[in-house]
């Protein structure tokens, strides 16, 4: 079963909070220099807490789908732990930490939102997932204030097995169904970040170039044809 693999997976590659991020170490003139990354940290928190509410939908349309329901259960304590660190590391620089306020409107925003194809759902979590680990793998890389720098890296760790276990889930679902390949490619054409259901989506890198050529490899292994094939070749027109 996927759970059994995925579980092991993240408890061997899991951090922890109080043990490998140096909370005592942080230089808060260092961050402070770079505020307009505090502000994307802001922003990527804001949508890591968007998770209970997101996930809570996607699992109510895959209730009955076992292998789903148990590898996202995983997923949701890692998110909102993402939410956590970010957080408590811009409460300690004292620069605009998530108010419950921030949480509650963020939340209000989507509730009447409901997932109505479960398969282009999951395929769109798969890329957000994608592009998230590039993005704190950029940051990671950017953040002259140490603390921070190693906070993403750890982030984009995580967000780099979502994607992989979100590939895994939809992999059994395509294999042998033209219909569900099509979704999946649909939703990458049409593609609109989980995050900006929130705010709108950071960016560390624009047209990140490896990020988008390591996606549509990813959906020439997931679908026998990648995003910029499929556009060009027009497969998409009858639908």
């Known amino acids: 079963?996927?759970?059994?693999?995925?579980?092991?997976?993240?408890?061997?590659?899991?951090?922890?909070?109080?043990?490998?991020?140096?909370?005592?170490?942080?230089?808060?003139?260092?961050?402070?220099?770079?505020?307009?990354?505090?502000?994307?940290?802001?922003?990527?928190?804001?949508?890591?807490?968007?998770?209970?509410?997101?996930?809570?939908?996607?699992?109510?349309?895959?209730?009955?789908?076992?292998?789903?329901?148990?590898?996202?259960?995983?997923?949701?304590?890692?998110?909102?732990?993402?939410?956590?660190?970010?957080?408590?590391?811009?409460?300690?620089?004292?620069?605009?930490?998530?108010?419950?306020?921030?949480?509650?409107?963020?939340?209000?925003?989507?509730?009447?939102?409901?997932?109505?194809?479960?398969?282009?759902?999951?395929?769109?979590?798969?890329?957000?997932?994608?592009?998230?680990?590039?993005f704190f793998l950029r940051v990671s890389r950017q953040a002259k204030e140490p603390v921070l720098a190693k906070i993403n890296g750890f982030i984009a760790k995580d967000e780099f097995r979502h994607t992989q276990f979100a590939f895994d889930l939809l992999e059994p679902r395509v294999r042998g169904n033209a219909k569900a390949r099509e979704k999946c490619l649909e939703a990458g054409l049409n593609f609109r970040h989980v995050g900006s259901d929130v705010v709108a989506v950071p960016i560390a890198e624009k047209n990140d170039l490896q990020a988008i050529l390591t996606l549509d490899q990813k959906f020439h292994r997931l679908c026998g044809v990648g995003l910029s094939e499929f556009a060009k070749a027009g497969m998409h027109a009858a639908q």
Not at 23 to 32: E, K, V
Not at 41 to 53: G, K, N, Q, R, T
Not at 102 to 130: C, F, G, Q
Request: charged share 25%.
């Open 1 to 134: 079963m996927i759970y059994d693999e995925y579980l092991t997976t993240a408890e061997m590659q899991r951090w922890i909070l109080e043990v490998d991020v140096a909370w005592n170490q942080i230089d808060r003139s260092l961050a402070l220099a770079q505020r307009d990354l505090l502000d994307q940290m802001h922003d990527s928190a804001l949508i890591e807490s968007y998770f209970p509410v997101y996930t809570g939908r996607l699992l109510r349309a895959m209730w009955d789908q076992i292998d789903v329901t148990s590898v996202f259960s995983v997923q949701l304590y890692e998110s909102y732990k993402h939410f956590y660190v970010l957080n408590r590391y811009l409460s300690i620089v004292d620069y605009r930490p998530v108010t419950d306020e921030e949480l509650i409107a963020a939340r209000e925003k989507n509730l009447d939102h409901s997932v109505t194809d479960p398969i282009a759902e999951l395929a769109r979590y798969m890329i957000s997932e994608h592009f998230a680990a590039y």
